[in-house]
């Protein structure tokens, strides 16, 4: 065998090798997304992640009615799930040393008001409705430290996570109502906020968040 001919079949021998191990870019793209090689692999899932982004509703203000948007609010949904009328409010979620929750605030037209909200709150430390009767109603608690002054008190409430209403008054232009509430083995509590003259546009929209509100069953922690 002569010099030019083995060097012929020595590099055809090295191309050959290496055209055989390249990958092709379909191989490729597969092995970079990792996908299975069992496509009937069962699927797990959030059943909060089932809730759709948005829904509609029906209120009525004044007699009328009003057709409005809702969308999922599920910043912690670990714990808690609800919808709301996003062009109506802002929602402004908090999870600190004290508790994790929500203040839902009016942005009626596009101008917000911070003395008018719906305020969902988790605190820390409070593991029994015991507990949170005491939170609330203590004379260093919840209505105490607000200076609100009760008008009157309700077990008869139509939320099914509800076990107390509050009705209050702050001042002359300041009205609201504290539910107590309890679902899954967590215990929370309810602010609705606002001035008195804002009744008829609030009250309905503040029923469809509470309405919604969810409680979830799982311990997961909030970050």
């Known amino acids: 065998m002569n010099i030019r ?25 597969l092995q970079n997304q990792s996908v299975s090689s069992t496509p009937d692999a069962p699927q797990i899932t959030n059943s909060s992640s089932q809730q759709p982004a948005t829904k509609t509703a029906t209120i ?56 008018a909200y719906i305020r969902v709150f988790f605190p820390n430390g409070v593991k029994t409705i015991e507990q949170l009767e005491a939170f609330v109603n203590s004379k260093s608690g919840l209505i105490a ?48 906020h606002y001035p008195a003259e804002y009744g008829d546009g609030f009250a309905p929209r503040a029923d469809l968040i509470l309405q919604n509100l969810k409680v979830n069953s799982t311990s997961k922690s909030i970050q």
């Open 5 to 29: 001919f083995g060097y012929f079949l020595t590099g055809s021998i090295i191309l050959g090798t290496f055209f055989g191990c390249t990958i092709s870019p379909q191989e490729q793209v």
């Open 145 to 192: 430290s607000n200076k609100w002054r009760v008008s009157s008190r309700s077990s008869n409430v139509s939320y099914p996570w509800a076990k107390e209403k509050i009705d209050f008054r702050q001042g002359q232009e300041i009205t609201g109502t504290i539910y107590l509430g309890e679902q899954n083995g967590k215990v929370f509590y309810v602010i609705n």
């Open 60 to 115: 009525y203000i004044e007699g009328e009615k009003t057709p409005i948007t809702l969308k999922l609010y599920e910043d912690y949904k670990p714990l808690f799930t609800t919808y709301f009328p996003q062009q109506d409010f802002i929602a402004e979620g908090v999870s600190s040393g004290e508790g994790t929750g929500v203040k839902f605030i009016v942005n009626f037209d596009g101008s917000k008001n911070d003395n």
